[in-house]
């Protein structure tokens, strides 16, 4: 297949490709390490043992084998592509016979389960179905753009277009005016229009932008019009609802067609939502959806840390969906909280060992807890959703760093990482998010002058850059060196990241009354395993009076930085304790050790 790739043609930033930036060393390396020696292999096991590669296998009529290992979810089909997409950029960052065999038996399932006429989805196919006869409930175009999204990512990584082929059939078989109960679709199908240069994949996603919001979709009296965004027209929805997932992915498609097409309406209807959602109904380490019911978002300010679903994939989507405006606009505060929810709202959904997995993130788990709630990480989940999503954002984490336009390169997300683009290449090192320092060395530079953007993040509140041109101080948002750049240039910036603390927005009734600990980038939380001895975790408030204190914690991780957080003992009818202090982890890493009580916001 001869193909093309198209770049956004409206945007203010563009990406990287992705074999342009790599990751080397440092905290995020070790992170995608994990991801492709542990999660990958592990994932490949589960996908194996639930039963959905074996749906693939399953073309010809239902088999009873699948139903004794669970895979008759109508969506299980996109946890598979999902995987293929984290292996398609996996092996572009090294080859890797034993992941690319692997792939190659699943690619080859995938051929194989497709119909003639170019349909493909197991779940209709194993009963013999009709295609798009539940488009409320059947996931058949939400499992169509995962498989196009791992198509894309074998292309622009491998220039391997064995999904491509499979994907533009399957797309291709798709009838107009059609729209999925889970978005999705819609930015998958910009996304294939770039690669394949087929404007009527670009069209087809607008005209689907364009039909949801009429109360289409059957079904509505279970959660309601708004659970799918089916309530309002996507341009006219004054605010995020329902799903969270659904939400979220459907305004990333709504980004893409504005870019592709110019129309600043619709991007602008976007940007709207985003504000109300970041101001009102979003937790503090970035998470979306305080329901669980519905998996959706709540009211204004609805924010409950101990019942927070906070689910894993909604927060992959606000990134996702960060990422795009981030190109659209050119501004910086999408990058902030890029950085924020990967740090905090993502990285939480996964273990240490990078096998053991969050569905939901709550910010606070009581001591005394019913066995099997919060707190207990799982190998894998019926509905699997998140585990392989965390796979495919970690895979293609390096594509976050950094953007470039026509004056220059962006440096947005800090990591130890390369980059070689054209006649630049740059090496950036830093110990963040335990330091606060980076530093970027000029290897190769073009003769002509072009300018380097470094994001100070909205938390620092003091900060540096030094060059070749001497040193200034810099506020939050985006500093700038305009030069000619030579080999052995320099460039360090300095973030100052004492720990803090934080207080909670008054409208927020959970919380009111109780402040959090950051440092840097990172929430942190206490544990129960941290707290002194013959005390829980409930018993703590906070102490004013004493100052926070950075620590190493070695005992979790061998770099990491802890925070010492003064507290009293606090309990009615007793004088309090005085003089105690706990100590503070990253709220990534809770839940790594003893199940026991957590909590994010500790009260006064």
Known sequence: MSVVVVQPSRTRFHPFDARQVSLVTGFWADRIRTNRERTIPHGLDQLRSAGN???????????????????????????????????????????????????????????????PDGYLN???????????????????????????QAAVAWHRALDDDRLLTIAVRAADHVPAALIDGHPGIEMALVELGRVTGERRYVTMAAEMIELRGHGTLAGAERFGATYWQ?????????????????????????????????????LAAVRRRWDDMMRTRTYLTGGMGSRHRDEAFGDPYELPPDRAYAETCAAIASVMLAWRLLLATGDVGYADTIERTMFNGVLPGISLSGTRFFYTNPLQR????????????????????????????????????????????????????????????????????????????????????????????????????????????????????????????????????PARITE??????????????????????????????????????????????????????ESMVGVTVPVFRRW??????????????PYFAWANRAVGGMRVWIPR
């Not at 690319?100 to 399932?109: E, K, N, P, T």
């Open 53 to 115: 590669l074996e749906n693939l296998r399953i073309t010809d009529g239902y088999r009873a084998a699948a139903d004794s290992v669970g895979a008759v979810l109508p969506f299980l089909d996109s946890d598979v592509y999902k995987w293929l997409e984290a292996i398609g950029w996996e092996l572009a960052r090294a080859p890797d016979p034993g992941l690319a065999a692997a792939a190659d038996d699943v690619i080859a399932l995938v051929a194989a389960a497709q119909r």
């Open 122 to 148: 197991t779940y209709v196919q194993a009963r013999g179905g009709e295609p798009y006869r539940d488009m409320s409930w059947g996931h058949e175009l939400y499992c169509l753009a995962h498989l196009i």
């Open 230 to 266: 089916d309530h309002d027209p996507v341009r006219d929805a004054a605010s995020v609802a329902g799903h969270a997932v659904r939400q979220l992915y459907l305004d990333c498609g709504a980004v893409d067609v504005a870019v592709e097409l110019g129309d600043d309406r619709l």
């Open 366 to 497: 009581r001591t005394h807890r019913v066995p099997g709630g919060a707190g207990e990480r799982r190998p894998w989940y019926a509905c699997a959703c998140c585990p392989p999503n965390l796979m495919r954002m970690l895979s293609s984490w390096q594509q976050y760093l950094a953007t470039h336009d026509d004056s220059g390169i962006q440096l947005h997300q800090y990591a130890s990482a390369d980059i070689v683009s054209g006649p630049v290449h740059l090496q950036i090192r830093t110990g963040y998010p335990w330091d606060g320092r980076v530093t970027v060395r000029f290897l190769q530079s073009p003769p002509e002058p072009w300018t380097l953007s470094m994001r100070v993040p909205r938390w620092c509140r003091s900060a540096t850059l030094t060059g070749p041109d001497g040193t200034l101080a810099a506020g939050a948002g985006i500093v700038k060196r305009h030069r000619r750049w030579q080999a052995g240039d320099v460039v360090e910036l300095n973030l100052e990241m």
């Open 504 to 557: 909670p927005d008054p409208r927020i009734d959970a919380v009111r009354g109780c402040v959090a600990v950051e440092r840097g980038p990172l929430v942190y939380c206490v544990e129960a395993a941290d707290a002194p001895e013959h005390t829980e975790i409930e018993e703590l408030g906070w102490d004013p009076g004493r100052e926070l204190a950075s620590v190493p914690r070695p005992d979790i991780d």
């Open 572 to 585: 009615p009818g007793e004088t309090p304790a005085e003089g105690l202090a706990v100590g503070a982890i």
